[in-house]
């Protein structure tokens, strides 16, 4: 059974930088597409950047160029999101999926990361 | 970027009746090499992560109901509920992996008459 487990809530002042991870289990990050998508209050999903199988490398949103990183530890099968320079725009949950390369679709979902953003 | 519009934003629908969501792409996501269209449906209810239902825009994903069904090619698709259960209360979103950044829809909500 597939599981990715992220880690727990935050809460940031402006200008901080928050880091989500994303704990795969019963698969390894290797054999995953991974990407990240957010749901601000109120608002629809949103895909912040993943793994281009096309391209080989890991592309961003235009929205978060330059304030994103995503990365990966293979030893131990985790996923890392880092978002700096925060705002109170930024406040969602954040989720790490993933899914087979051949459907690019996200056949798996973290648990849901809430990230806060408030002075 | 390849912009993704849902119809209706809303919808209430009876149990036991039809319900059809729809989804338009700006640009093609069938993939000649391998005749697929690069299209999910996911369904998301409060406190949980989305749930993937449908792939390349008609395959069902494991465990999915077959009441649930995906639709469509090229630039036009729907996912049908054919006999709406209490359970498909949800926000339902299309998604588009044809190239990145891999856009969604901005949601329908469907509700229960």
Redesign the interface.
Known sequence: QVQLIQSGSEVKKPGASVKVSCKVSGYTLTELSMHWVRQAPGKGLEWMGGYDPEDGVTVFSQEFQGRVTMTEDTSTDTAYMELTSLRSEDTAVYYCAGGPYHTLAFDFWGQGTLVTVSS | ?IVMTQSPDSLAVSLGERATINCKSSQSLLYRSNNKN?L?W?Q?KPGQ????LI??AS?R?SGVPDRISGSGSGTDYTLTISSLQAEDVA?Y?C?Q?Y?????????TKLEIK
Do not use: I, M, N, R
């Not at chain 2, 992560?49 to 993937?52: T, V």
């Not at chain 2, 190239?99 to 949601?107: A, I």
């Open positions: 970027d690069y999910a996911y998301h992560p989305p749930k993937l792939y390349w395959t994903e926000v979103y998604q992996s190239s990145t950044p891999y856009t969604f829809g901005q949601g």
